[in-house]
Nanobody, 125 residues
Framework: QVHLTESGGGLVQPGGSLTLSCTAS????????MGWFRQEPGKQRDLVAV???????KYADSVKGRFAISRGNDQNTVHLHMNSLNPEDTAVYYC???????????????????WGQGTQVTVSS
């Protein structure tokens, strides 16, 4: 069983910054990658950033240069550092864990088998 715990969402003004954190615990399966996805009401869940066990990283084009994904001291903890936030970044952000091998460059939500409960990020003045 895999359990993911997210933290760090909230309300921020345009141009501001937030950091999301996620810790995964798995009693049986190794965590082969972790990532952040976001979903707006009525829309599909989109990839934001993913990182593999070997530290290969992929970002969505819309966040390149503004967001950075990194690992904590624990290999099963990831952070998403979000800078220069704009209202289009408003969404529920979900942390996912991949339990099977996957290709980072072509990663989608289908590669991630376990999910956190989601954390709301709202960018508004």
């Amino acid at each position: 069983q895999v359990h993911l715990t997210e933290s760090g969402g909230g309300l921020v003004q345009p141009g501001g910054s937030l950091t999301l954190s996620c810790t995964a615990s798995s009693s049986i399966f190794p965590i082969l990658g972790m990532g952040w996805f976001r979903q707006e009401p009525g829309k599909q869940r989109d990839l934001v950033a993913v990182i593999s066990q070997g530290d290969n990283i992929k970002y969505a084009d819309s966040v390149k240069g503004r967001f950075a994904i990194s690992r904590g001291n624990d290999q099963n903890t990831v952070h998403l550092h979000m800078n220069s936030l704009n209202p289009e970044d408003t969404a529920v952000y979900y942390c996912g864990a991949a339990l099977r091998p996957f290709l980072v460059l072509s990663a989608t939500q289908e590669d991630f088998e376990a999910w956190g409960q989601g954390t709301q990020v709202t960018v508004s003045s």
